[in-house]
Nanobody, 126 residues
Framework: QVQLVESGGGSVQAGGSLRLSCAAS????????VGWFRQSPGKEREFVGG????????YYADFVKGRFTISSDNAKNTVYLEMNSLKLEDTAVYYC???????????????????WGRGTQVTVSS
């Protein structure tokens, strides 16, 4: 059974940092592009960023560029989202998603996603 499990969410003050993990089981994550999405109450889901399946490129939405970094540890079958300089507006449920042989951009298209995680809550307070 394929699973993507996010962890590392929590509450943090504005300006702080968190590192989210997306641990995969039942699939080999190095064959998948991985995207991070977020959704806050009353808003549509938005694409935060992605990493290509061969790990040679990353993409970040403008609203996180320079603050968030996506990386992977294929040996641990895990992809990470490092979040720094967090803002109040970063508060959301964060989801990871996997796209077989996906590029860092293609993983931003929900129609291309093969597997979704269940999400982890990130709350940024003042």
């Amino acid at each position: 059974q394929v699973q993507l499990v996010e962890s590392g969410g929590g509450s943090v003050q504005a300006g702080g940092s968190l590192r989210l993990s997306c641990a995969a089981s039942g699939l080999t994550i190095r064959r998948y592009g991985v995207g991070w999405f977020r959704q806050s109450p009353g808003k549509e889901r938005e694409f935060v960023g992605g990493i290509s399946w061969n790990r040679d490129s990353t993409y970040y939405a403008d609203f996180v560029k320079g603050r968030f970094t996506i990386s992977s540890d294929n040996a641990k079958n895990t992809v990470y989202l490092e979040m720094n300089s967090l803002k109040l507006e970063d508060t959301a449920v964060y989801y990871c998603a996997a796209d077989l042989f996906g590029s860092s951009l293609r993983v931003g298209d929900p129609r291309e996603i093969d597997y979704w995680g269940r999400g982890t809550q990130v709350t940024v307070s003042s």
